[in-house]
């Protein structure tokens, strides 16, 4: 199985990205939150992968982490009425770290807000995703290491706190998402809540 691809960034989108790795070019499907961390094409790119293989179509789906690849899985694999198509447009709304929170709360509203997810749908991943994130996950399943090694409902972070700071500022979800992540990126993880927010004000 391939589980990941280093090479050189020929080209990308905002939702696609091809490599050229060993004469050969691969094009990879890609969430809007890992197309914003790619380098310049022409430079050398490593990305995290999986393969989705169906009767009339075979895709590589790639990501800046393994952590943001795992969770696409479980969205997949996990949640009935979610496919890889409707797992890369919520990925691409917004940061696991977000989704992680709302499942965590029970947030339906805030999962409702992504792209092809109805209030049902939404409702469907909070129930089949919790235990499964925050409870050691179910026995024999292939759910990441990265979440069944966690017991406990994630504790609120720097981050998400941020982000709740500049939805309740009157950003929408996504733009606050996406404005915590750039401060996160500038800042570094030990940054704080309040420097987090001021930098997303500032820009």
């Given at each position: 199985?391939?589980?990941g691809i280093k090479g050189i960034l ?194």
């Amino acid at each position: 199985m391939i589980v990941g691809i280093k090479g050189i960034l020929a080209r990308s989108t905002p939702l696609s990205a091809v490599v050229e790795a060993g004469g050969l070019f691969y094009e990879l499907t890609i969430p809007v939150t890992t197309a914003e961390k790619l380098p310049k094409n022409g430079s050398e790119v490593f990305l995290h992968t999986l393969a989705v293989y169906r009767e009339d179509s075979q895709t590589l789906y790639g990501f800046a982490t393994a952590y943001d690849r795992d969770f696409f899985k479980l969205l997949v694999e996990k949640v009935s009425g979610i496919g890889p198509k409707i797992a890369i447009n919520i990925l691409s709304r917004m940061s696991v770290d977000t989704l992680k929170s709302a499942i965590s709360a029970g947030d339906v509203s805030m999962l409702s807000k992504c792209p092809g997810i109805g209030k049902k749908t939404a409702e469907r991943i909070v129930i089949e995703l919790r235990d499964v994130l925050f409870k050691g996950g179910l026995s024999g399943q292939p759910a990441s290491d990265i979440f069944q090694q966690q017991s406990q409902p994630a504790e609120p972070t720097a981050f998400s706190d941020a982000v709740a700071t500049l939805v309740a500022l009157g950003y929408k979800l996504p733009d606050a998402d996406k404005a915590a992540r750039k401060s996160l990126e500038k800042l570094g993880e030990g940054a704080s809540t309040e420097e987090l927010v001021k930098a997303a004000l500032a820009r």
